[in-house]
């Protein structure tokens, strides 16, 4: 078993910046693949970035990209999101998640979810 901590959200004005982070601790694998995705109220969850067990390969969905960046820390099982420009439309609920081996961007292919980290953007 896996578990998944988020911590880093909050409140923040458009144009600011966040930092995410996801610690996993339990049965953890390097060889795994991390993603964050969100949901907004009355909204599905969205893919939002991924990226491989090396952290050679991300992934990100248009709407974040050039804005997020997703990095890892094996050594501390630790992922981040870098959230710059922020706008009121990333205004949700943010979760981590992992899976083994390849990225995926559907959500229901991964299988440890963390509890999630509210991020709240003003205009």
């Known amino acids: 078993q896996v578990q998944l901590v988020e911590s880093g959200g909050g409140l923040v004005q458009a144009g600011g910046a966040l930092r995410l982070s996801c610690a996993a601790s339990?049965?953890?694998?390097?060889?795994?693949?991390r993603a964050w995705f969100r949901q907004a109220p009355g909204k599905e969850r969205e893919f939002v970035a991924a990226?491989?067990?090396?952290?050679?390969?991300?992934y990100y969905a248009d709407s974040v990209k050039d804005r997020f960046t997703i990095s890892r820390d094996n050594a501390r099982n630790t992922v981040h999101l870098q959230m710059n420009s922020l706008k009121p439309e990333d205004t949700a609920v943010y979760y981590c998640a992992a899976r083994v081996l390849n990225i995926d961007r559907d959500p229901r292919s991964y299988d440890y979810w963390g509890q999630g980290t509210q991020v709240n953007v003003s205009s």
């Open positions: 990226i491989n067990w090396s952290g050679g390969r991300t």
């Open positions: 339990g049965r953890t694998f390097s060889t795994d693949a």
